[in-house]
């Protein structure tokens, strides 16, 4: 099993740039794909970026693409998602999920969310 850890959330200027962190507590990411998914208040719960297993493939919400970049550094157990240009739009809780890299549909595991709010 695996426990995503996040971290580096927080207040941020409409235009600035924030990253954030997901550890792979208790396994490692070379095991998991991993997504990124934000939720809004009011809102449902969407996919914002995805990396696999590998660390090649990546995928975004359209729109994120352009502004938002998924990665992995394998040495440090790592995934980041760096954000760009931030909009008031992008404020929502941001969660690190997890899936079995033998699995599709669904992430089994996941991190409690770190608050990541864009004031303009």
């Known amino acids: 099993q695996v426990q995503p850890v996040e971290s580096g959330g927080g207040l941020v200027q409409a235009g600035d740039s924030m990253r954030l962190s997901c550890v792979a507590s208790?396994?490692?990411?070379?095991?998991?794909?991993a997504g990124w998914f934000r939720q809004a208040p009011g809102k449902e719960r969407e996919f914002v970026a995805g990396i696999n297993w590998t660390g090649v493939t990546t995928s975004y919400a359209d729109s994120v693409k352009g502004r938002f970049t998924i990665s992995r550094d394998t040495a440090k157990n790592t995934v980041y998602l760096q954000m760009n240009s931030l909009k008031p739009e992008d404020t929502a809780v941001y969660h690190c999920?997890?899936?079995?890299?033998?699995?599709?549909?669904?992430?089994?595991?996941w991190g409690q969310g770190t608050q990541v709010t864009v004031f303009s």
């Open positions: 208790g396994n490692t990411w070379r095991n998991y794909d």
């Open positions: 999920a997890a899936r079995g890299a033998w699995k599709t549909g669904e992430y089994d595991y």
